[in-house]
């Protein structure tokens, strides 16, 4: 595949990163991603089968990171699994192999946008954006929420750490919405 | 000009000056002052016109609840009208003007208004301008618009910004004055999670405004002190210029913060305000009481004022509105002005008491009996008339009289959720109801706890009952005066007006005239009169209004009842409404694949839902849009070209029984599907009408890949996940949208084969991958793909998609490496083009109304199975063997015009309804024949291919004979597309 | 509204999507049943001023259709159930 150059969600070679006062969104272009969603009937064999491949899958509203693996849950007996796109890009398939017929397995690399949010505290941000109680919240909530009219993954790291997951398509303006709220809050 | 009636004291910063203007004339004050403390320091009274009658006013009160004080702050842009000038925080350089007067608020040529008053009385409106109807909108409403009203919009765009935002707390407390302090001190000290938020700039609220003291401190002190420690605990967000407007559902609050509003122009990348949504485990209500004043008669000259607005200008801006001043009671609470206002030197000339009896102020001259009956001064007060208690009337000349009817508990967001306030006879006044919103509280002056002591008591018991608090605060030492009124309404002389609503101008003759016209209920009243219907709901005026009817027909208060309030508590502004969703900030953009290239050669996008897809790509030369949709069309045609199709709904459909499921959701058969191969699908609603359709293909044994609409894409996944959960919960299928993790191309002409086979790693021969086949696949060395063979323009044609991240480049390298073939780049305008030809269904015909049968696919709808649709399609009105079938029309004469939306009718019928045969659905110009053609429903179409009839259009003066033709007007063997 | 989530607790009324009446639930079986029970299925329902059985749909959230017992006169929720759990309850197998 070396002659096909792609593109970022945001129509760049390179992943774009944008500073405001203490916060740095970073877009994160080496993530590789798929749907794991349990066929029915068939959770204790996809758990067995992920223990053994060092897939977690945790519970509700709940991130779980690992080497190569991470995952987040989406969807009752449904999750989204995170692995670096560099060893991982065929995730889909590794999954597949991995997990067998226990599961339904979609990739899902390329229909996010990714951005990691760094500042000491996000929530001033956060609270301009969505609905997430992100101070109450644990580290490693995950949840889907809105952030003007886009449905979003946001996973929480630290109080001044998360993740994003926005439609991809729609990933300048939702990093416009971001730059947008960054200056009204910091 | 100097600040004349600036006096010592009060919470302004003497040690900085801010200049102003008013109505052009400039003005001095301090930080600290509102626009009407400032201007009132000037010795300003009149401010503005009221509504009607175009009375001269100035401010009655010296808070949120004014009436009359509404101006115009900034000039262009900025421009706001109807602002309360008694809330309008001062800033340097802040320009204000009146409003509602011409040619100026001293003279205003409207004033005859008030001369021809007779006329302008109750119901007016219904009354004088009923007849005839077709002056309503030409001449009355325009007159009336001009002569009442109040301020005027700028006709510029907002140049502010407004955000949204959300907040979360165990504790809501609304309102900061004693009661709130000490309930947000409470909780917060619990290590609740509280917010406090407060209307004003400066929070505290009457304890700014008092000279009353907390423990050994002055109120202002103590509440200065208690939010020193609020602001250093991290559980607690102080939240000043801040109004909560509304209690909504489920302990949801929305407030409006005021982030900028006090300067002259918001900081860079600032928002003017913040709409909040608050989602609060609890709230107290601490909103304090709104003081309400006496109707009597010419009781609305400025200089008229609540008396503890007068009071509050003394002590907390350090203002006497007027040099010789008199109040007009009926409780204790005015002569608590009359002595603060003594206190500060300002001379008090009189205290008229109309309690008949009671002790006398020492040192004040006190008419225990007496009412204030009528006033002088055109542009301000001048003289009052009172009558004593034996009769004998005296003129007194006055430049200001406070005036106190009692204080109205502010029961307003109580009774958001319907609850209805209670009379209490007490304090004659409403009191917050039995049921309000469920865990909202209420303390203070807005629970009817009128002493500072009951304040800053039920203030800590709120919070503790509401958080369950087992430790709470000691209280300080505070005033626990009692309430001592004698309720007085309106003062029985004359046949003067006596005003209750000044914003609406509303008088007691108004209620006079609604009781005679049985007008009598509280709801009824409010219509009829408008009372309460103004910016301020009535905060000063709807208690007097009802209470007078009360008394005009011999009922009780308690039985008389009281309006409700509505959110907003206080006007907001549209912007903050609308946050940041407005022009290219409306709606988020969605960005095709091949967004950046179609750019790149000046491409026309086009909105569809929030994409914006090409609609065509010019070439240099081309200034008419057919000239670049023609050229692609034929070039498509004639050899190949390719058109981004990823907007299109993609879903996985997995799971073993997956091929089941889709024969429930889609009228035909998937289950039978070969593996490899794909298969046009129609999905039905329940009631029988086609839903959407689209193309889904068999990856696998259990994994299928649907194709919706770019429409429907979001409201088929809803459906499935519908179907999946609620109708079959036993199936085996797990669902996942993939729209946007695949760039997909449509690639369509005859050398469209010729062409991929240039970027496919595989063999795609026609025995290799035949028509309607569908597989995984690379393209240029080893980048995984899909690949479906399926035509919607009728030519060979394929669907190639690859992961989205590789679709400009893909895009890139066909039209590199297939440069041979002149391949198009063509747009939406040319997909539908070629696809009318081909006589395929889309937006047109999916319009919701329409069935299989009625677009030529009754066929479709197997009976051998269950699904979605299938019994109610066949519903006797749906099958009707004469209704609506598609059909193709083409122009008699070919230079003959078509358009969507025209009706068929038969040759020589009149065009009305009752002739109308059907309508044309889509319309393009076919390059390829050479003239306009159409879709179209006819009724019993399929009977009448061949036929001639008309397609009119009265609003496009278009009357054309056309001729019914097969929908599949190009290639209908379907020859090009198995090539 | 709040709505609380049998799996996520409370969630903004605003991330989900209503639909109507549970009784969708209850779609009769189209290789028996004609089509007068389909029309009472789909067009017949009460319209209560008081609890009602509703489904809501986690459109901006974990896609769950919910089962919510609302009060139509207060909008007090007195029960939030998974609908594919009433849905089998109610004995949906086939």
Same mark, same amino acid.
């Given at each position: 595949m070396a002659s096909l150059q792609p593109l970022t969600a945001?129509?760049?070679?390179e992943a774009t990163a944008v500073t405001h006062g203490p916060l740095t969104i970073t877009e994160r272009t080496d993530v590789a991603l798929a749907s794991v969603a349990a066929r029915k009937g068939r959770m204790a064999d996809l758990s067995a089968a992920a223990q053994k491949a060092g897939v977690p899958l945790p519970g509700p509203a709940t991130h779980q990171a690992g080497i190569p693996y991470s995952a987040f849950w989406v969807a009752p007996e449904m999750w989204f699994v995170e692995a670096p796109h560099a060893t991982h890009e065929l995730i889909a398939d590794l999954l597949k192999s991995a997990l067998g017929d226990a599961a339904s397995i979609t990739e899902q690399t390329d229909a996010w946008v990714a951005f990691d949010l760094a500042a000491t505290d996000l929530a001033p941000l956060l609270e301009r954006l969505c609905n997430v109680d992100f101070p109450a919240v644990p580290n490693g909530y995950a949840t889907r929420t809105v952030m003007e009219h886009l449905g979003v993954y946001l996973v929480k790291h630290g109080p001044g750490a998360a993740r994003l997951y926005g439609p991809r398509s729609s990933a300048e303006s939702l990093l416009h919405a971001l730059e947008t709220a960054a200056h009204s809050a910091f | 000009m100097t600040q004349s009636h600036r006096i010592d004291g009060?919470? $302004?910063?003497?040690t900085k000056t801010l200049r102003f203007t008013f109505d052009g004339i400039p003005y001095q004050g301090h930080p600290g002052d509102t626009l009407a403390s400032a201007l009132l320091a000037n010795g300003v009274r009149l401010m503005g016109r009221s509504f009607k009658y175009h009375r001269p006013r100035g401010p009655i009160?010296?808070?949120?609840?004014?009436?009359?004080?509404l101006v115009e702050l900034?000039?262009?842009?900025r421009q706001e009208p109807n602002t309360r000038a008694t809330v309008a925080e001062l800033f340097d350089g802040l320009e204000a003007n009146s409003q509602n007067r011409w040619p100026s608020l001293r003279f205003d040529?409207?004033?005859i208004n008030d001369k021809l008053s007779a006329f302008f009385a109750a119901g007016f409106y219904y009354k004088t301008f009923?007849?005839? &109807?077709?002056?309503?909108?030409?001449?009355?409403e325009p007159i009336i618009r001009r002569a009442a009203g109040l301020g005027s919009v700028t006709r510029?765009?907002? =140049?502010d910004a407004y955000d949204k935002g959300f907040l979360h707390c165990d504790l809501l407390v609304i309102g900061a004055g004693p009661a709130g302090l000490m309930a947000a001190l409470t909780a917060g000290r619990a290590g609740k999670r509280v917010i406090l938020a407060d209307e004003?700039?400066?929070?505290g609220g009457r304890l700014n405004a008092e000279t009353l003291a907390v423990g050994d401190a002055s109120g202002a002190d103590w509440a200065a002190a208690v939010l020193a420690e609020l602001a250093a605990m991290p559980n607690l967000r102080l939240m000043t210029?801040?109004?909560? $407007?509304g209690a909504f559902d489920h302990g949801i609050y929305g407030a409006v913060e005021r982030?900028?509003?006090?300067? =002259?122009t918001p900081a &860079?990348?600032?928002?003017?305000?913040i709409l909040w949504r608050i989602y609060a485990g609890k709230a107290i209500l601490s909103g304090g009481a709104t003081e309400r004043p006496i109707a009597f008669e010419?009781?609305?000259? =400025?200089? $008229?004022?609540?008396a503890g607005a007068l009071r509050a200008y003394a002590n907390?801006?350090?203002?006497?509105?007027?040099e010789r001043v008199a109040v007009f009671t009926n409780n204790d609470d005015g002569i608590r002005t009359a002595l603060d206002l003594r206190a500060k030197?300002?001379?008090?000339?009189a205290v008229i008491d109309s309690r008949p009896v009671g002790d006398l102020l020492p040192g004040i001259r006190h008419l225990h009996?007496?009412?204030?009956i009528d006033t002088s001064g055109?542009?301000?007060?001048?003289t009052i008339t009172v009558r004593q208690s034996n009769g004998a009337t005296e003129t007194i000349a006055v430049d200001a009289l406070g005036v106190s009817g009692g204080w109205n508990p502010n029961v307003n967001i109580h009774s958001h959720h319907r609850s209805r306030p209670v009379y209490d006879a007490g304090i004659a006044a409403f009191v917050p109801g039995p %049921?309000?919103?469920?865990g909202l509280l209420v303390a203070g002056a807005a629970a009817g706890q009128m002493s500072t002591h009951a304040a800053l008591k039920t203030g800590r018991d709120a919070a503790i009952a509401a958080l369950d608090l087992g430790t709470a605060p000691d209280l300080p030492q505070a005033e626990d005066a009692p309430v001592r009124i004698s309720p007085?309404?309106?003062? @029985?002389?004359?046949?003067g007006r006596a005003w209750i609503d000044q914003q609406n101008d509303v008088t007691v003759k108004d209620v006079k005239l609604a009781k005679q016209e049985n007008f009598t209920s509280v709801e009824h009243l409010k219509r009829y009169t408008?009372?309460?219907?103004?910016t301020d709901q009535g905060k000063t005026g709807n208690v007097i209004g009802l209470a007078i009817m009360a008394e005009l027909t011999g009922r009780s208060i308690p039985e008389t009842g009281t309006t409700i309030y509505r959110p907003p508590y206080t006007p907001v502004a549209m912007g903050a409404l609308a946050g940041r969703s407005r022009?290219? %900030?409306?709606k988020p953009f969605r960005l095709t694949p091949s967004h950046h290239w179609a750019k790149e050669q000046g491409a026309i996008f086009v909105e569809v839902g929030n994409w914006l897809r090409t609609q065509w790509v010019p070439k240099q030369g081309?200034?008419?849009w057919r000239q670049s949709v023609d050229r692609e069309v034929l070039a498509t045609r004639k050899s190949v070209g390719i058109c981004d199709v990823t907007t299109l709904g993609k879903i996985d459909v997995q799971g073993t029984d997956a091929g089941a499921f889709l024969d429930r959701v889609y009228?035909?058969?998937?289950?039978?599907l070969p593996v490899g191969k794909c298969r046009y699908g129609l999905m039905l609603r329940e009631d029988g009408i086609v839903f959407d359709d689209g193309t889904t293909a068999r990856m696998g044994e259990h994994e299928y890949v649907m194709t919706t609409t770019t429409a429907n894409a979001v409201t088929v996944f809803r459906h499935l996940e519908f179907c999946r959960q609620?109708?079959?919960?036993e199936m085996d299928v797990q669902l996942i949208s993939t729209t946007e993790a695949w760039a997909q191309f449509s690639v369509a002409g005859p050398n469209a084969r010729k062409l991929l086979e240039k970027v496919v790693d595989q063999d795609i021969s026609d025995a290799a991958f035949p028509y309607m086949g569908a597989g995984n696949i690379t393209v240029c060395g080893g980048l995984r793909a899909r690949l479906f063979r399926i035509s919607f323009s009728g030519e060979l044609a394929y669907e190639i998609a690859v992961p989205t991240r590789y679709g400009d480049a893909l895009l890139r390298e066909m039209l590199a490496r297939g440069a041979e073939f002149d391949p198009v780049v063509y747009g939406t305008e040319s997909l539908g083009v070629m696809r009318v030809e081909k006589g395929h269904v889309a937006g047109g015909e999916l319009n919701?109304?329409?069935?299989a049968l009625n677009m030529g696919l009754? &066929?479709?709808?197997? &009976?051998k199975k269950d699904s979605i649709g299938m019994v109610l399609s066949q519903r006797e009105g749906l099958t009707d063997e004469n209704g609506y079938r598609l059909v193709g029309v083409k122009p008699v004469d070919p230079n003959g015009k078509l358009t969507a939306g025209s009706h068929f009718l038969e040759?020589?019928?009149? =065009?009305?309804a009752a002739n109308d045969g059907g309508w044309l659905t889509s319309k393009v110009y076919s390059p390829h024949l050479g003239h306009d053609i159409a879709l179209g429903y006819l009724k019993g179409g399929d009977k009448k291919i061949g036929q001639r009839m008309r397609a009119v259009n009265l609003l496009a003066g278009l009357d054309t004979e056309v001729e019914i033709i097969s929908? @599949?007007?190009?290639?209908p063997e379907g020859v090009r597309l198995r090539g | 509204m709040i709505i609380h989530h049998p799996i996520l607790g409370p969630r903004d009324a605003q991330e989900f999507v209503y639909l109507g009446?549970?009784?969708?639930?209850?779609?009769?079986?189209g290789m028996t049943a004609g089509v007068e029970a389909f029309h009472d299925y789909l067009y017949q329902r009460t319209n209560p001023a008081g609890e009602h059985q509703e489904l809501w749909y986690h459109e901006q959230g974990d896609r769950s259709w919910l089962v919510v017992t609302r009060n139509?006169? *207060?909008?007090?929720? *007195?029960k939030v159930e998974l609908a594919r759990d009433v849905a089998r309850a109610r004995g949906r197998t086939k």
């Open positions: 945001l129509g760049k070679r | 009060g919470l $302004i910063d003497r009160s010296a808070g949120s609840e004014e009436p009359n004080a900034r000039t262009g842009a040529a409207m004033g009923m007849w005839p &109807k077709s002056f309503w909108e030409k001449l009355y510029e765009e907002d =140049p004003d700039f400066r929070m210029r801040t109004t909560v $407007i982030v900028s509003d006090h300067l =002259p &860079k990348g600032k928002p003017r305000q010419n009781n609305d000259r =400025p200089g $008229i004022m609540l907390r801006w350090g203002v006497k509105v007027g030197g300002v001379d008090v000339v009996g007496a009412e204030v055109k542009l301000g007060l001048k %049921e309000g919103p469920p007085l309404w309106f003062v @029985h002389h004359g046949k408008t009372l309460g219907m103004a022009g290219k %900030e409306f081309e200034t008419e009228a035909n058969t998937f289950s039978t609620c109708l079959w919960p919701g109304q329409s069935t009754g &066929k479709m709808v197997s &009976k040759k020589g019928a009149a =065009p009305v929908p @599949h007007m190009f290639d | 009446d549970a009784s969708l639930i209850d779609r009769p079986d139509t006169v *207060t909008h007090e929720i *007195t």
